[in-house]
């Protein structure tokens, strides 16, 4: 089949997939940084068209033209125009109606039943579309927004196969959804730790984000740091004091607990109004 694919590294093991099976991928579409697309660059190499911009309604119907039968989205910042092409799907990562919005990831740490991949039709607004599949992923209870995002990666693959197996039968069967609940964009002042919260919440919180770093100030400056270890201990300093620092550590004490940062996880933040 004739595909054309639009996404960044999330789901990238959908177009690998994709390419291992023998479909004929026209171009790739993919998110412009900060976006990382660095497992799809790898995987066209020099063979797969691709671009990083938004495809006008006009550029979309030229592919179509050329025989594009399939449009994916994976994990791809732009609203696609609607067009005549036969099959145009995107892989959401949540179990919809529930969690529609750019970046869910975060949220279902603390909301586990929600956690899953839905393969819809798509339609004029974002993740709104018809359900053709879903598939449920068990969180476990220290469960961080990197090993959650993995699972999706798997779980998508193993969704596109079933649809693959009938496509025509699985589009037709689709399901409208309804009573749906939207999740915001998260900013950055919901990364940031606050030292007067209990341990238990900053644990959350720095699983929620996993990888991509939780927010600390420091001399009233913003930084972001990927490598946080927090442990429960009764003390009466208050909030927020430095109890250790050496050239690879920094040790600061929250409400019932301590936060020790590893510096070389530390970078500074550009924008210091960022978390506004």
């Not at 999706?152 to 689709?174: C, G, I, P, S």
């Amino acid at each position: 089949m004739k595909i054309v694919y639009f996404g960044n590294n999330l789901f990238s093991a959908c177009l690998q997939h994709l390419i291992a099976e023998g479909h004929q991928i026209l171009r790739v579409y993919k998110n412009s940084a900060p976006h990382d697309t660095s497992n799809i660059d790898r995987l066209c190499g020099n063979n797969i068209p691709q671009s990083d911009h938004k495809p006008s309604l006009s550029e979309l119907n030229e592919l179509i033209l050329l025989g594009a039968q399939m449009f994916i989205v994976a994990e791809y910042s732009h609203l696609l125009p609607i067009t005549d092409v036969s099959y145009a799907i995107n892989i959401h990562p949540t179990l919809l109606p529930n969690g529609r919005g750019p970046t869910p990831l975060p949220y279902l740490i603390k909301s586990p039943e929600f956690s899953g991949v839905t393969l819809h039709k798509i339609a004029a607004d974002f993740d709104s579309g018809d359900i053709i599949l879903q598939a449920k992923i068990a969180q476990s209870s220290d469960e961080s927004l990197t090993t959650l995002m993995i699972k999706m990666h798997l779980e998508a693959v193993t969704l596109l196969k079933v649809f693959f197996e009938n496509v025509a039968k699985h589009y037709q069967d689709a399901r409208s959804q309804s009573d749906y609940t939207h999740w915001p964009m998260i900013n950055a002042s919901q990364r940031v730790l606050d030292w007067h919260l209990p341990i238990s919440n900053l644990k959350t919180l720095i699983r929620s984000f996993g990888h991509f770093g939780v927010i600390i100030k420091l001399n009233e400056k913003l930084w972001k740091t990927t490598q946080v270890e927090v442990i429960d201990y009764q003390h009466n300093l208050l909030p927020g004091k430095l109890l250790f620092e050496d050239n690879n550590l920094l040790a600061i004490s929250a409400l019932d607990g301590i936060v020790c940062i590893h510096k070389s996880s530390i970078s500074a933040i550009e924008n210091q109004n960022d978390n506004k």
